[in-house]
């Protein structure tokens, strides 16, 4: 059941960074000059709330109860037992002409028996203390494989988050560069049409903001796919619209 916890929330974790990844890709020039990319500190706690780590808790779990009832075995060297019985008793004999007889007691009659023995299996006895020393080990295995894994993806998100603030800056030189260039060709199209301009002129310009605008969606995707890696590693909504 709690497995199919962690699957239901993988599946609705997905669904939320399939939305939320369109509404990256919508960020407009505007969008991009106001985001701030949140400090790493609360990025690094936020992983802590990825389903992988409800696995590791739960295994971990389940193996301390293991552990638990590994150190509970001895008890089974124990055995007891118990009886009682309660009533009448009735005596069925046969006579020679087969005949059956009967005769009945009216006296009531109660019986108990109460034992108890102990068996001691050799090979459970030496290798308890292995026993409970392999169900630690386990337990500490599990809680070892969770760390690496966060430490791991926290090199992820260092290494998303890097690119995320590189992009950004660039992206902001670039929002800049584009609104220059289009307000430069708006200047030049005026120009063009009062004839102060020839057409290679104002050709020049056009170039210069298709540069400026291919630059700019080059970056911007790079950004937003940072941005996209860095969400889902961290389970943190960078983006609010």
Do not use: H
């Not at 780590?53 to 075995?73: F, P, S």
């Not at 008890?75 to 069925?92: D, H, N, T």
């Not at 020679?96 to 459970?124: H, K």
């Amino acid at each position: 059941m709690k497995y199919l916890c962690i699957l239901i929330s993988l599946f609705l974790a997905f669904s939320a960074l399939n939305a939320q990844e369109n509404e990256i890709a919508k960020l407009t020039p505007d969008d991009y000059s106001r985001l701030q990319l949140p400090p790493l500190s609360i990025l690094f706690e936020n992983a802590r709330e990825s389903p992988i780590v409800e696995y590791y808790n739960i295994r971990r779990e389940e193996q301390e109860t293991l552990l638990k009832t590994e150190k509970r075995r001895w008890l089974e060297f124990f055995k007891a037992s118990a009886g009682y019985q309660y009533g009448k008793s009735g005596v069925v004999a046969y006579s020679e002409d087969n005949v059956n007889l009967y005769s009945y007691s009216d006296t009531e009659q109660s019986y108990y028996s109460v034992g108890a023995s102990i068996s001691i299996p050799f090979v459970d006895i030496f290798d308890r203390a292995n026993r409970i020393k392999r169900q630690k080990l386990a337990m500490e295995s599990t809680g070892m494989e969770m760390e690496r894994w966060y430490d791991e993806q926290k090199l992820r998100i260092i290494e998303a988050y890097t690119s995320a603030e590189q992009f950004l800056s660039l992206l902001k030189i670039k929002i800049e560069g584009l609104a220059f260039a289009n307000a430069q060709y708006k200047a030049a199209e005026s120009d063009f049409i009062s004839g102060r301009i020839s057409t290679q002129e104002l050709n020049t310009q056009k170039g210069y903001q298709v540069t400026a605008y291919t630059e700019y969606e080059q970056n911007r995707v790079y950004l937003n796919k940072a941005l996209f890696e860095l969400e889902v590693l961290s389970r943190t909504k960078i983006v609010n619209k």
